[in-house]
T-cell receptor, first 110, second 114 residues
């Protein structure tokens, strides 16, 4: 069964600090890996989409990495802001069928 | 350009009642999806559509029906609501997945079944 595991489940960081979220998957055959940001009470919004050949991709202060050999991805948030408080969801596509992780809830405190 | 619009935003039903959730997109996407989101779990696919007049079952289709009479609209119906269907429902749309394009989500419908 295709699975996507995210860690940690939640974390709290101080404004201005960096943090890294992890995503491990057992999905195959791999098509692409996506990171979404979901604000409370809103739908998920796409941050990045990475294909097999891409190992790093940035979107502003968000940088995603992908190691397709170890089936791991990370999302790094640089210089966090209060608006970064949200749930971050890792989604892996296998033959274009999507498997969603349960998300990591990030709380940024002033 | 509204993106994906879902109505209603909130609804409370009694067990056995029926309702229809509406989803509209203005991005001319071929693919549309209905997901449910429950605490501690990833989004789960209920039904999806690859084009006007087509529908297909997802991971958790039981108790739900869908229709896609127009390309821009995707309706999700609950025939006889059960407490297990208490959830947040998200509609999404996209270009064909082989284009590696993102899903665009609506802001959800929070449904409570008592």
């Amino acid at each position: 069964k295709n699975q996507v595991e995210q860690s940690p489940q939640s974390l709290i960081i101080l404004e201005g600090k960096n943090c890294t979220l992890q995503c491990n998957y057992t999905v195959s055959p791999f098509s692409n890996l996506r990171w979404y940001k979901q604000d409370t009470g809103r739908g998920p919004v796409s941050l990045t989409i990475m294909t097999f050949s891409e190992n790093t991709k940035s979107n502003g202060r968000y940088t995603a990495t992908l190691d397709a050999d170890t089936k791991q991805s990370s999302l790094h948030i640089t210089a966090s802001q209060l608006s970064d408080s949200a749930s971050y969801i890792c989604v892996v596509s296998a033959s274009y069928k999507l498997s969603f992780g349960a998300g990591t809830t990030v709380t940024v405190r002033a | 350009n509204a993106g994906v619009t879902q109505t209603p935003k909130f609804r409370v039903l009694k067990t056995g009642q029926s309702m229809t959730l509406l989803c509209a997109q203005d991005m001319n996407h071929e693919y549309m999806y209905w997901y449910r989101q429950d605490p501690g779990m990833g989004l789960r696919l209920i039904h999806y559509s690859v084009g006007e007049g087509t529908t297909a079952k997802g991971e958790v289709p039981d108790g739900y029906n869908v229709s896609r009479l127009k390309k821009q609209n995707f309706l999700l119906g609950l025939e006889s609501a059960a407490p297990s269907q208490t959830s947040v429902y998200f509609c999404a749309s996209s270009h064909p997945p082989e284009r590696n394009s993102p899903l665009h989500f609506g802001n959800g419908t929070r449904l409570t079944v008592t």
